[in-house]
């Protein structure tokens, strides 16, 4: 099995992550166009809960399990294989029974009943998906990148093949039914990328040493696992308490359920999907480091581990920047180019809403990438407990901004982007301060900072007039966002042409990451 080093791998991951991320957002605007604003509300109200159930019986696990791999022998990764696989299936079947029984309850408390048949499609999917992150976390730990990422596109090609077809043949019965037709494809999807993974580890697994070790235990797995799983539950914990507090806000105000329910959709179905499409970049920087650093940090070698965190906090800079910027400048031209068909001007202006709400998440880009590396980073020297502390306080705040905010009717659904944008600037600072508590950052605010702001000023200058010289429209739009894209690279090569800094430059970036 091909072991990649830490820019390979990064890149191979962030790519098929980007296309998967991609494939899932292309696959959100025909279903706008199926289901409505509405239907993707009742689509999107099931995911909180879902999502954490996922964190409970499968997130922890692959950064978890490609720790233990990481620093063990093959035949340690066999019996964690196996064992994991034992465990972790269990609590998965658990955990989608429970949610079948109980999808008519959970869907009235979240203020729209019409979501339960949606929970019982999604339900089997939770098995699925605990059973795949095993074989995601050996793969991440043997440093073999190929098979997660082939897995991630499988899983979204077939998601957006099967969930389109269902949601049109079941959207004429109603809503629900065509909500429901939508997750029955997600449900497939996985299935598929299951068979994938296992076929591929059946294959590699033979270069393993054969002999089986007892040492591991499920209890030293799940120790493990918890702190990882604690740490990536919180989010999704605050998203689910989002899900039963936003629509029952926005109706306490005024608005009708359908209305609610509408915004709700466009909020988590529309922009948060956007709003995550680059932070996924940086995500696959962060799943890269754990291995890394944590065999370094094992090794007693601090200085390659802050040389590891410095790279991958910088190259998170590097990429989510732009985008975030972009985000900002241009929301209403993002929208209109992929909603165009599927929102509507009705009770609310949807496109209106959308683009609001994107200006304001696009400064949350850049503090989710920081916290998501910074929290890898800090797990992977076992400092697993601070990220933890950070984010339930962070989190806390936005529940509490939240309640208040999207009480007051003025600001309505806006007050739940406000709330999320303020978690995460708190959860950045306070990770980051932590970091560089334990770790010596090579970061300058000259050549990480202050030279790709400038370069975002004179992409987005550059957007503009060509904007306003080749007008709107499709190849118009494309053209706009590819000048933009390459003024940002071109300016960076310029300013920092003839400059040195730790005998690097940032037109190598990508080239001045030492390998394992």
Same mark, same amino acid.
């Given at each position: 099995?091909?072991?990649?080093?830490?820019?390979?791998?990064?890149?191979?991951?962030?790519?098929?992550?980007?296309?998967?991320?991609?494939?899932?957002?292309?696959?959100r605007i025909p279903l706008t166009y199926i289901l409505g604003a509405e239907g993707l509300g009742l689509y999107q109200m099931i995911f909180p809960l879902y999502s954490t159930l996922l964190v409970l019986c499968s997130t922890g696990v692959p950064n978890a399990i490609a720790k233990i791999v990481a620093s063990g022998n093959g035949a340690q990764n066999r019996a964690v294989?196996?064992?994991?696989?034992?465990?972790?299936?269990?609590?998965?079947?658990?955990?989608?029974?429970?949610?079948?029984?109980?999808?008519?309850? &959970?869907?009235?408390?979240?203020?729209?009943?019409?979501?339960?048949?949606?929970?019982?499609?999604? !339900?089997?999917?939770?098995?699925?998906?605990?059973?795949?992150?095993?074989?995601?976390?050996?793969?991440?730990?043997?440093?073999?990148?190929?098979?997660?990422?082939?897995?991630?596109?499988?899983?979204?090609?077939?998601?957006?093949?099967?969930?389109?077809?269902?949601?049109?043949?079941?959207?004429?019965?109603?809503?629900?039914?065509?909500?429901?037709?939508?997750?029955?494809?997600?449900?497939?999807?996985?299935?598929? !990328?299951?068979?994938?993974?296992?076929?591929?580890?059946?294959?590699?697994?033979?270069?393993?040493?054969?002999?089986?070790?007892?040492? &591991?235990?499920?209890?030293?797995?799940?120790?493990?696992?918890?702190?990882?799983?604690?740490?990536?539950?919180?989010?999704?914990?605050?998203?689910?308490?989002?899900?039963?507090?936003?629509?029952?806000?926005?109706?306490?105000?005024?608005?009708?359920?359908?209305?609610?329910?509408?915004?709700?959709?466009?909020?988590?179905?529309?922009?948060?999907?956007?709003?995550?499409?680059?932070?996924?970049?940086?995500?696959?920087?962060?799943?890269?480091?754990?291995?890394?650093?944590?065999?370094?940090?094992?090794?007693?070698?601090?200085?390659?581990?802050?040389?590891?965190?410095?790279?991958?906090?910088?190259?998170?800079?590097?990429?989510?920047?732009?985008?975030?910027?972009?985000?900002?400048?241009?929301?209403?031209?993002? &929208?209109?180019?992929?909603?165009?068909?599927?929102?509507?001007?009705?009770?609310?202006?949807?496109?209106?809403?959308?683009?609001?709400?994107?200006?304001?998440?696009?400064?949350?880009?850049?503090?989710?990438?920081?916290?998501?590396?910074?929290?890898?980073?800090?797990?992977?020297?076992?400092?697993?407990?601070?990220?933890?502390?950070?984010? &339930?306080?962070?989190?806390?705040?936005?529940?509490?901004?939240?309640?208040?905010?999207?009480?007051?009717?003025?600001?309505?659904?806006?007050?739940?982007?406000?709330?999320?944008?303020?978690?995460?600037?708190?959860?950045?600072?306070?990770?980051?301060?932590?970091?560089?508590?334990?770790?010596?950052?090579?970061?300058?605010?000259?050549?990480?900072?202050?030279?790709?702001?400038?370069?975002?000023?004179?992409?987005?200058?550059?957007?503009? !007039?060509?904007?306003?010289?080749?007008?709107?429209g499709f190849i118009q739009t494309m053209t706009v966002f590819l000048v933009g894209g390459a003024m940002y690279l071109l300016t960076i090569l310029l300013l920092n042409y003839r400059r040195t800094y730790d005998k690097q430059t940032i037109a190598k970036y990508f080239h001045n990451i030492k390998t394992l």
């Open positions: 099995m091909k072991k990649q080093n830490f820019i390979v791998g990064s890149l191979i991951l962030a790519l098929s992550s980007f296309f998967a991320k991609v494939i899932g957002a292309v696959y294989v196996r064992k994991s696989l034992l465990f972790f299936a269990g609590i998965s079947l658990f955990m989608s029974l429970a949610l079948a029984l109980l999808s008519k309850p &959970i869907a009235t408390l979240q203020g729209n009943g019409d979501a339960w048949l949606v929970y019982v499609g999604i !339900a089997p999917a939770i098995f699925f998906v605990g059973v795949l992150s095993v074989f995601r976390g050996y793969f991440q730990g043997k440093q073999n990148i190929l098979p997660t990422s082939i897995s991630l596109i499988i899983e979204q090609l077939f998601k957006l093949i099967f969930g389109l077809l269902f949601a049109s043949l079941f959207i004429s019965r109603g809503l629900m039914f065509g909500a429901f037709g939508a997750v029955l494809g997600v449900t497939l999807s996985e299935i598929f !990328a299951l068979v994938m993974i296992v076929i591929q580890y059946l294959f590699s697994r033979r270069k393993d040493t054969q002999n089986i070790c007892e040492n &591991i235990t499920v209890k030293s797995i799940v120790k493990t696992t918890i702190p990882m799983t604690i740490s990536s539950m919180i989010m999704p914990l605050t998203l689910l308490v989002d899900s039963f507090l936003i629509i029952n806000l926005l109706k306490h105000i005024g608005y009708s359920t359908s209305t609610a329910t509408n915004m709700y959709g466009i909020l988590t179905g529309v922009v948060n999907s956007l709003i995550n499409l680059p932070v996924v970049l940086s995500m696959a920087v962060a799943t890269m480091v754990i291995p890394i650093i944590s065999k370094l940090h094992s090794n007693h070698q601090a200085h390659l581990v802050a040389d590891k965190a410095t790279s991958a906090l910088r190259l998170v800079l590097f990429i989510t920047l732009p985008c975030a910027v972009v985000f900002l400048v241009f929301p209403k031209d993002i &929208i209109y180019f992929l909603f165009k068909n599927g929102l509507k001007v009705g009770v609310i202006d949807e496109y209106q809403v959308a683009s609001n709400l994107l200006r304001i998440g696009a400064f949350a880009i850049l503090f989710i990438a920081l916290v998501q590396v910074a929290t890898t980073i800090l797990q992977s020297i076992n400092k697993t407990k601070v990220p933890v502390y950070n984010m &339930i306080g962070a989190c806390f705040l936005k529940v509490m901004l939240t309640l208040v905010l999207v009480l007051i009717p003025s600001i309505n659904i806006y007050g739940a982007m406000w709330s999320t944008l303020t978690c995460y600037v708190v959860c950045a600072i306070l990770n980051l301060q932590n970091l560089t508590t334990c770790i010596k950052i090579k970061l300058s605010l000259q050549y990480d900072i202050v030279l790709p702001a400038l370069a975002c000023v004179m992409m987005a200058t550059s957007m503009y !007039a060509i904007k306003q010289i080749i007008g709107v």
